[in-house]
């Protein structure tokens, strides 16, 4: 019975659908997944020799770093190995790898010739057996082997995730010591995770918030070296500095490159009112952006410099504006509760990056460029001033601790608002600006 | 492989790379007047500047060739040994870049620049300890795994895996011949990312900031008795399609084998749930996470993985280069859940010997 | 720091006398210090010192307010009396918030309240080129606590004597 209706079905619809006349596969939709950390395993590069081993271990060691560091990956420690990697070029037992549930491997070789350092690495794909892109050598000096080792952990991040390299990048900052009421700041930078940090001032002035160029070789930065608060150029590379031609008698800061690198916006006070101007380098030469009686301040531009986001009280409240580079109308964005500030455009374009205040507590948010879809990713006594990673995936801030005995401290977190974490910095630290991917 | 050739090339890009990056001085023509900062001296300023040209940065990356077949394998000899060069004890900077000693001006007291960089062993990550939860609708908590539903806390001893082994000593397993295995237990989840600031100090309950939707269950058992109709449940038209497949196919005499009678709705999401369950779209960039692939494959009859047969059959909502990482994390989920064999009915073996699965991460998406 | 303020409270308190009270030595001892006359002391009607104790030097404001209350007004009329006695004097306005705020606004803040007891001092006759202002934000706090008994006497405008115009 059920078969002649069945055949009865069958020849009704293989007039409309002849295409399934054919037994097609079995097909499933799946739309949940899991969320958590992949295992990894990266078996300390083989060293060509005795001058490369140390070498051949930092290295490993650093790559691993870069990688749990994103809390994207999980390194399967060296321990629990089946295999042993005793050359570069020795075909990957996958079946060893596979045993641990190491899902990708990192192979890689280090080779010492004098001063010079060459990295060779393949990225695997354990449980498919294939390779991730294709083997890459790297060749430097032996004084750029963190260098080497973070240009490695990138390639390894993109051919995984598909996300933007950010390992081999710098950070500009404040470092903090002494207590609340006599901290000494001074300018510094280093690398992304807190090592090779290099100081740029003494502490003789108060110095805050330095941004990178988009190119990484400039700073801007506001000092009191006057005894106002004014804006400062300097170069990376040559340690000189200027101070930028601001009008006399008032107070700059606040200063942000615009995307080409080839002028600056930035806060100027006059009379007690801080409105929002914008400088070309090449000339000096300032234009206004803002004029009203609120306070305007804490600017960063669009990635295609065509807009400015930015905080202003105008409303009563700190709350965030964008207007167009060129000044005119702005267009408030944050509506949520609370107070807003030091809004930061995504390198990607997509997201704003701010500090949020409200019941007693601030936060670091992100929200579309309409307002839209805010999450809040942190929450404590005092987080403020984010800046992006340069892939946009990771924001690093400044986190305040209260009381008598506060300290400041820089802290990343992804933009999921998982794997929130210190940075390691010798002293205390604050106003995080985040380079570029260096070349 | 010619290794001649081979360290040619390298040396050549090298050498290039070197010549057009390595000696470049970039200065900006800036027309204000420029100062040295006090902190350094002029010997020092002078000293880094002409070091700037040293130190080489990173050249252009060189390709690699395939590594060599695993039979033509040769151990590279040894090399003669090069007289040991005192190794660096400070780490110098990998940039040309001046250092600049703060201890030349600052008389601050305390310590001030590290010799050694900082180690990064251990930031611990700040992932806070689990509130008790007042009951079986507790406030997600942070963990480091997401998953549909919340996982509690493994037992102390076991290994986090994703199939519960019981734990197996020695002696009792000695007649069975078992292998000694480490207690397993799935790793602690929670169903969503909990940051931070959604944290809650007191168990009060509170709205959820982002309900999701549960995932279909596995019916508990299979009903046998629906193998004789084919399923039409209207909201699964892939179901209906694959019955009708199979009632054509035998109506048409078809295919030598008697074809199996489909899969139940429980059977298919036994499968859905296994693959899932593999399924890690942690590491995905935000691009990946919005490009849907298809991929198709094959089982042998003991349910494993037919070697080769994966492939991308679509993809839809992101570049090439997005598709590809969506295509080998999906690839990932199905070799590593099914590297024991899928669990299906045997005698439905033509149901399920070509599969394709659409990934879909739209739910799975950092919001 | 923390007696340094409640001087300062107390000299305010007294100040309303003083303005209508030209006799310097009667101040000097209604302010506690007794004995004789040091110059430069605060007992010295004419130095800083007597400025920044007993007069007030500096004005408190509210949560992210830089308007002058009634009291703060007070202060800045004894501020002004005393500069234009002392027309040697030249003053610098340092304007501050308490941690409760982003770095960058709260410079604008402190710039702000800084304005705010300027313009009070001008429109008391005092001349505009013997002040100048300087915001500090949340950079130097007076008080370290995390609590509103610190936050309250972290947002103010300090009225700092920079030297005597006679050099």
Redesign the interface.
């Known amino acids: 019975m059920m078969k002649l209706l069945t055949s009865l079905l069958v020849g009704l619809t293989i007039l409309s659908a002849p295409v399934y006349a054919q037994s097609g596969p079995l097909r499933l939709e799946i739309d949940e997944g899991i969320i958590e950390p992949m295992p990894f395993a990266v078996p300390s590069f083989v060293p060509d020799g005795p001058s490369a081993a140390q070498y051949a271990q930092d290295i490993s060691r650093v790559i691993v770093s870069d990688l749990t560091g994103t809390g994207l990956f999980r390194e399967i420690s060296s321990d629990a190995f089946i295999s042993r990697v005793s050359s570069f070029d020795a075909p990957v037992q996958f079946a060893d790898w596979k045993a641990i549930n190491a899902q990708a491997l990192v192979t890689g070789a280090v080779n010492v010739s004098g001063k010079r350092l060459t990295v060779r690495f393949r990225v695997w794909d354990v449980f498919s057996g294939q390779e991730l892109g294709n083997g890459l050598q790297f060749a430097g000096t032996t004084d750029g082997w963190r260098r080497m080792a973070h240009k490695v952990a990138d390639q390894v991040y993109t051919r995984i995730t598909g996300e933007g390299a950010y390992f081999d990048s710098r950070v500009a900052f404040v470092s903090e010591s002494g207590p609340k009421d006599q901290r000494r700041k001074r300018l510094a930078i280093m690398d992304y995770d807190g090592a090779n940090v290099q100081y740029l001032t003494d502490s003789a002035a108060i110095v805050l918030a330095p941004r990178f160029s988009p190119t990484g070789d400039r700073l801007l930065y506001t000092s009191y070296e006057t005894g106002q608060p004014r804006i400062y150029l300097l170069d990376v590379g040559r340690v000189k500095r200027q101070e930028l031609p601001t009008q006399e008698g008032t107070m700059s800061f606040s200063p942000r490159f615009s995307p080409d690198g080839r002028s600056i916006v930035y806060s100027l006070t006059q009379g007690g009112n801080t409105d929002l101007w914008k400088m070309d380098l090449a000339s000096g030469q300032s234009v206004r952006l803002t004029n009203t009686p609120a306070i305007e301040t804490a600017p960063s531009y669009s990635p295609d410099g065509s807009r400015i986001v930015f905080e202003s009280d105008r409303s009563g409240t700190p709350q965030l504006y964008i207007m167009p580079a060129t000044g005119g109308e702005a267009t408030r964005i944050s509506f949520g509760q609370g107070r807003y500030g030091t809004p930061v455009w995504s390198p990607r374009g997509d997201l704003i990056a701010f500090t949020k205040q409200n019941k007693g507590r601030f936060h670091i948010g992100v929200m579309r460029t309409d307002g839209s879809e805010e999450r809040l990713l942190t929450a404590s006594f005092l987080d403020e001033g984010p800046t992006w990673s340069p892939n946009g995936r990771v924001i690093m801030f400044t986190r305040e601790t209260q009381g008598a005995s506060g300290r400041s401290t820089l802290y990343s977190v992804d933009i999921s608002g998982r794997n929130l974490r210190p940075v390691r910095t010798p002293d205390g630290g604050s106003d995080p600006s985040w380079g570029p991917l260096q070349n | 492989m010619e290794t001649g050739t081979k360290i040619s090339a390298i040396a050549h890009v090298g050498l290039i790379g070197w010549a057009l990056f390595g000696g470049t001085f970039r200065s900006e023509p800036l027309p204000m007047a420029v100062q040295d900062v006090t902190v350094i001296s002029a010997e020092q300023f002078a000293a880094m500047t002409a070091q700037r040209e040293a130190p080489e940065v990173p050249t252009d990356p060189v390709e690699l060739q395939q590594p060599a077949q695993p039979d033509e394998i040769e151990t590279p000899e040894p090399m003669p040994e090069e007289p040991p060069e005192p190794e660096p004890v400070a780490q110098p900077e990998p940039e040309p870049e001046p250092e600049v000693e703060p201890e030349t001006v600052d008389i601050s007291p305390e310590p001030e620049l590290i010799e050694q960089p900082p180690t990064l062993e251990e930031p611990e990550p700040e992932m806070a300890a689990l509130p008790s939860p007042p009951g079986p609708e507790a406030e997600p908590s942070p963990a480091d795994k997401i998953a549909p539903e919340q996982i509690a806390p493994p037992p102390p001893e076991a290994k986090p895996d994703d199939v519960e082994t019981p734990p197996v000593s020695l002696d009792e397993g000695a007649e069975t011949q078992q292998e000694q295995q480490d207690q397993t237990a799935p790793e602690e989840a929670a169903p969503e990312i909990v940051t931070e600031a959604e944290e809650v100090d007191d168990p009060a309950p509170r709205t959820s900031p982002r309900p999701r939707v549960r995932p279909n269950r596995p019916a508990p058992t299979p009903e046998p008795e629906v193998a004789e109709t084919p399923e039409t449940a209207p909201t699964e038209p892939a179901q209906n399609e694959q019955a009708i497949n199979d009632a054509l196919a035998e109506a048409l005499g078809g295919g030598t084998e008697p074809s199996g009678p489909p899969l139940t709705s429980g059977e298919k999401d036994a499968m859905r749930v296994a693959v899932s369950r593999c399924w890690n779209v942690g590491s995905l960039s935000t691009d990946a996470l919005e490009t849907v692939v298809v991929v198709g494959f094959s089982l042998s009859r003991d349910g494993k993985v037919v070697d080769g047969s994966l492939r991308m059959v679509g993809s839809s909502g992101g570049s090439d280069a997005s598709a590809k990482q969506a295509y080998d994390t999906a690839r990932r989920a199905i070799l590593r859940c099914g590297s024991k064999g899928y669990d299906l009915p045997a005698d439905k073996y033509d149901q399920w010997q070509d599969i394709e699965i659409t990934f879909n991460p739209e739910r799975m998406r950092i919001k | 720091m923390k007696l340094l303020s409640k001087v300062a409270a107390i000299g305010a308190l007294t100040l309303i006398a003083a303005c209508s009270n030209n006799d310097p030595s009667a101040l000097g001892g209604g302010a506690g210090g007794g004995g004789a006359l040091v110059p430069g002391s605060p007992s010295d009607p004419r130095s800083p010192a007597y400025f920044q104790q007993t007069v007030g030097d500096r004005v408190l404001f509210a949560v992210?307010q830089?308007t002058l209350s009634p009291q703060a007004q007070t202060i800045l009329q004894g501020q002004a009396d005393w500069l234009l006695a002392n027309p040697d004097f030249v003053a610098n306005i340092e304007g501050h918030a308490d941690?409760?705020?982003?770095?960058?606004?709260n410079?604008?803040?402190g710039?702000?309240r800084?304005?705010?007891a300027?313009?009070y001092l001008i429109s008391r006759g005092v001349a505009g080129n013997r002040l100048?202002?300087?915001?500090?934000g949340k950079?130097?706090?007076?008080?370290?606590?995390?609590t509103e008994e610190c936050y309250s006497k972290n947002r103010r405008a300090v009225t700092v004597l920079t030297g005597s115009t006679l050099g």
């Open positions: 992210d830089s941690e409760q705020g982003t770095r960058e606004y410079l604008a803040l710039a702000r800084a304005n705010a300027r313009e100048t202002t300087v915001s500090y950079e130097r706090p007076i008080e370290i606590c995390s």
